[in-house]
């Protein structure tokens, strides 16, 4: 578990439709957490929070950032499901 797994996640699912969609297709958190397995990443909500606030920070554009809230608002939803 590592915030480094969150980020390379953050960084890797925001361009990986493949990735998303099966994150997106699993309706349940142990299928959810089993498609983050076979990618190697393995992360804590905290790790996650903790991620996403450092690349976050490191938005240059408003546009960046923007991207990567709508990203935060997906991941929300997938694990509200």
Same mark, same amino acid.
Do not use: G, Y
């Given at each position: 578990m590592s915030r480094a797994d969150a #980020?390379? !996640?953050?960084k890797t699912a925001?361009?990986?439709h493949e990735l998303r969609k099966q994150i997106d297709t699993s309706t349940t958190p142990e299928e959810r957490e089993? #498609? =983050?397995k076979e990618h190697g990443l393995h992360f804590t909500e905290f $790790? !996650?929070?903790d991620g996403f606030n450092n690349l976050l920070t490191q938005c240059q554009e408003e546009e960046e950032g923007n991207r990567l809230k $709508? !990203? @935060?608002m997906w991941w929300d =939803?997938? @694990?509200? #499901?």
């Open positions: #980020v390379t !996640f953050i925001m361009t990986d089993a #498609v =983050l $790790e !996650f929070q $709508e !990203f @935060r =939803l997938t @694990r509200s #499901v």
